[in-house]
């Protein structure tokens, strides 16, 4: 294919481009098999916030001993949000600012972890880690809100 240029001399246009559509495709699978496990993350650790939130009400009422509910609300909001963190660090570094439904479950099972913390007594513990909490969530809505209005 030939093109008339400025001048009026005949130049050759360029070959066009070749597409790798393997390649498009496994990265299009790849992203949608990550966005289903990020889904499950979410899914996952929002249902175990609200067993959380039942165990320590249930701690609360009687039901079973405060302090056995206290210990295990605080240990297994700690694997909660650890493993949510990890999740959302470990993924590709060009989409951490695209994923924070994966941090959705830190900020539903930390306060039950601040809780019990103040239930077994750790209650200036309680105080800093609810604190910490508290201004983590209004950074990362800050940015949710800023990077949506680009």
């Known amino acids: 294919m030939t093109?008339?240029?400025h001048g009026g001399g005949v130049q050759d246009a360029p070959p066009p481009a070749i597409?790798?559509?393997v390649a498009m495709r496994d990265r299009q699978?790849?992203?949608r098999r990550l966005v289903r496990r990020d889904v499950g993350v979410a899914g996952f650790g929002a249902l175990t916030s609200?067993?959380?939130g039942g165990l320590w009400a249930a701690g609360r009422f009687g039901f079973v001993s405060s302090s056995t509910a206290s210990t295990v609300v605080v240990a297994v909001?700690?694997?909660l949000?650890?493993?949510c963190l990890w999740w959302w660090a470990s993924g590709p570094r060009q989409l951490l600012r695209d994923r924070y439904l994966v941090l959705v479950p830190v900020f539903l099972a930390a306060p039950w972890a601040v809780l019990?913390?103040?239930d077994l007594g750790a209650s200036t513990v309680a105080v800093m880690l609810s604190s910490a909490l508290g201004f983590t969530a209004a950074i990362a809505l800050g940015i949710v809100v800023a990077s949506r209005r680009r």
């Open 3 to 5: 093109l008339k240029g």
């Open 19 to 21: 597409v790798d559509t």
């Open 29 to 31: 699978s790849d992203l």
């Open 50 to 52: 609200v067993w959380l």
């Open 77 to 79: 909001a700690s694997v």
């Open 81 to 83: 949000c650890a493993g």
């Open 116 to 118: 019990g913390l103040h």
